[in-house]
């Protein structure tokens, strides 16, 4: 399949969620040695998840696919410019590219706008709009400490 042709998946993964009141009107399919190995749509609104984004999706589904949390050497097409939640998770999945076909300024014209978040990132905890405040260090350390001893771990 051409690249297009993988966006057009994205795309009539988002026509379908849509259609089916899952979410909002995004899709996406994550690519590997030029197969689909995961496809997502929003269900934000059909599973109360606001994390339940397209992107976010895709990838539990070509994780569990591959048996993988590490999809290096794969594609991510979404329908979508991602917002920051689904930035963060392109990065945490290791997706080697991404291509996408409208822009945050199209997804803000229709009303979802994720401007606020880019905006709150590098204000100072104190002056978020949801302040963040840290507590008992002291304790919360603790699972960090046994982490760093842990010989079985699966680092990632």
């Known amino acids: 399949m051409e690249k297009k042709e993988f966006m057009q998946q994205a795309v009539e ?3 379908t969620g ?3 009141n899952d979410g909002g009107p995004f899709g996406c399919v994550i690519v590997k040695d030029g197969k689909i190995v ?3 749509h929003n269900k934000v609104t059909s599973t109360n998840d606001p994390t339940a984004h397209g992107e976010v999706m895709a990838i539990r589904d070509a994780c569990m696919n591959l ?3 590490n999809l290096e050497g794969c594609e991510l097409y979404t329908s979508c410019e991602p917002c920051p939640m689904c930035l963060g ?3 945490w999945a290791r997706l080697e590219k991404v291509y996408y076909g409208s822009t945050q300024v199209d997804a803000a014209n229709i009303g979802f706008d994720d401007q606020f978040i880019y905006d709150e990132i590098p204000l100072p ?3 978020r709009r949801i302040p963040f405040i840290q507590i008992a260090r002291d304790i919360a350390i603790e699972p960090f400490q046994k982490w760093s001893k842990k010989e079985d771990r699966t680092d990632y």
Do not use: D, Q, S, V
Request: glycine share 12%; no cysteine.
């Open 13 to 15: 993964a988002a026509l």
């Open 89 to 91: 998770a392109i990065y």
């Open 125 to 127: 905890y104190a002056e």
């Open 38 to 40: 995961g496809k997502g």
């Open 67 to 69: 048996n993988t949390f």
């Open 18 to 20: 849509m259609n089916n």
